[in-house]
């Protein structure tokens, strides 16, 4: 059984950093790109970041790129998100999703396998 676990939300001030860990168990990791999605109040989810362990392929949506930095530990089965600079428009549940293939891409319905979310406030 496929199973993402996110951890690392929390509040921060506007301009602060946090680090978003993804915990994948019950796959073999590096044929599983991951990706990470966000929805804040009353809009749509939206995809954030993904990575394939399989070839170090990377992608961010363009309101994240030079701020968020996503990375694999394949020994550990998890993905990082690292967010810095973070602004009130960031604040939203995160999540890591998964799916079996080859590249990443930030559309939803290749994903499979979702966690279960994690917070994420700013403060202005």
């Known amino acids: 059984e496929v199973q993402l676990v996110e951890s690392g939300g929390g509040l921060v001030q506007t301009g602060g950093s946090l680090r978003l860990s993804c915990k994948a168990s019950?796959?073999?990791?590096?044929?599983?790109?991951i990706g990470w999605f966000r929805q804040a109040p009353g809009k749509e989810r939206e995809g954030v970041s993904c990575?394939?362990?399989?070839?170090?392929?990377?992608y961010y949506t363009d309101s994240v790129k030079g701020r968020f930095t996503i990375s694999s530990d394949n020994a550990k089965n998890t993905v990082y998100l690292q967010m810095d600079r973070l602004k009130p428009e960031d604040a939203a549940v995160y999540y890591c999703?998964?799916?079996?293939?080859?590249?990443?891409?930030?559309?939803?319905?290749?994903?499979?396998?979702w966690g279960q979310g994690t917070q994420v406030t700013v403060s202005s």
């Open positions: 999703a998964a799916f079996r293939g080859l590249g990443c891409n930030l559309i939803e319905r290749y994903y499979d396998y």
């Open positions: 990575i394939s362990s399989a070839n170090s392929l990377t």
């Open positions: 019950g796959v073999v990791f590096e044929d599983y790109p």
